[in-house]
């Protein structure tokens, strides 16, 4: 494996039984790399994950990348000069112009970095598709996932960030400068006292429902005095990333402060959700990422969806939210590549009929 650590390796069934041709995906994520063998009816053949280092020169970045996806295709046991396309999906925007980076917020050194040309060159020809993670995600969950059958959706990427990637009438929505469904920048609070958003401007939705947005608001609560269970975990020193787990955790045995942090995010995503279905009508809306609160089927999960389910049919037009699905996503980590090896089937398709 040379520089790379492996993280994971899973082959799930024989090659011989897979639905040809084979897809590879792989999802860049700044501290790993995961690479997906996927067959044309988006079954995991097989799947590695090994580490990665972000902070490096990105055309080492790419070798590492090209590194992985050689041992996953040696291990699996397949032809690499069989696979039509390798999906690429990567946690920011390209420029579809320049096929450069803009730049990433968690991945400076990456802007204006070429990753479709220096992918292909590492990999020795032109089989790549570009997508962002949010996209590639929501891809996935529209074909085998929680939205299969559905013609549009958008899945919501709860993090670091706020993500959102959309897929109406079997497309991605990738727009002109290829900044299509940055839904984390929604406007929901315009008074000159809102939160400023990491972008630099005020009243974004991910300076107020984000992972560190949900750590901030927490400790505020708790310095003006708020009586918490929390007080005993949280303080200044405490890593804001850890926040989100701890309110989660202390809502789950009835925290009463830890409960109303839940549901005023919940609240604000809802927020958030009227203006993105009252602009494109999606049949669907998937809440995914690393802030869930627990998820489907927890206790404190549900009821974060159901506070967001209530603030859209409050605030939403009733003729359309009548009609209108709010779930979690079904996928988890897999969805990345899994949609970035869609994607890239999408796009092989389109130049075979071509």
């Known amino acids: ?116 040309s220096e992918l292909n060159e590492v990999l020795g020809c032109e089989v790549t598709v570009f997508c962002n993670d949010a996209n590639a995600a929501a891809f996935a969950e529209y074909w085998i996932g929680a939205a299969q059958g559905m013609q549009s959706l958008a899945l919501i990427f709860l993090g670091n960030g ?64 708020r009586g918490s269970s929390l007080a005993d975990r949280v303080n200044e020193h405490t890593p804001l990333n850890e926040i989100p787990r701890m309110v989660y955790e202390e809502a789950d045995k009835g925290d009463k402060l830890a409960i109303q942090i839940v549901c005023d995010t919940a609240k604000y995503i809802g ?27 927890s206790n404190i999960g549900e009821m974060f969806l159901n506070e967001i389910r209530n603030e859209v049919n409050n ?3 009733s003729d359309l939210t009548k009609f209108f699905k709010i779930d979690f996503a079904k996928l988890g980590s897999y969805a990345c590549y899994i949609g970035a090896a869609g994607l890239a089937r999408e796009e092989s398709l389109l130049f075979a009929v071509d």
Not at 11 to 32: E, N, Q, T
Not at 51 to 70: F, G, H, W, Y
Request: glycine content about 12%; some cysteine.
């Open 162 to 225: 706020i993500g959102c990637g959309m897929v109406i009438d079997g497309d991605e929505v990738i727009g002109a400068n290829g900044f299509g469904g940055e839904f984390g920048h929604v406007i929901i609070d315009s008074s000159p006292f809102a939160r400023w958003c990491s972008c630099m401007k005020q009243g974004h939705l991910e300076a107020y429902a984000s992972s560190p947005a949900v750590a901030r608001r927490t400790r505020e609560l708790l310095e003006v005095g």
């Open 1 to 116: 494996m040379g520089s790379l650590l492996l993280l994971e390796e899973a082959i799930h069934f024989s090659v011989s039984d897979a639905v040809s041709p084979l897809f590879i995906g792989v999802h860049y994520g700044g501290r790993y790399v995961k690479v997906g063998i996927v067959d044309s009816e988006g079954q995991t053949i097989s799947y590695f994950a090994s580490t990665a280092c972000s902070e490096q020169n990105p055309k080492l970045e790419m070798k590492r990348v090209a590194e992985l996806i050689d041992y996953a295709v040696k291990k699996t046991g397949i032809d690499f000069g069989l696979v039509p396309r390798v999906g690429f999906c990567f946690p920011g925007s390209m420029s579809p112009q320049t096929e450069r980076l803009y730049r990433p917020s968690n991945l400076p050194n990456w802007c204006d970095f070429p990753v479709v």
């Open 315 to 317: 605030r939403g037009m």
């Open 271 to 297: 927020l958030g959700i009227v203006t993105l279905i009252q602009t494109v009508d999606p049949a669907c809306v998937l809440i995914g990422g690393e802030m869930m609160f627990g998820g489907k089927g």
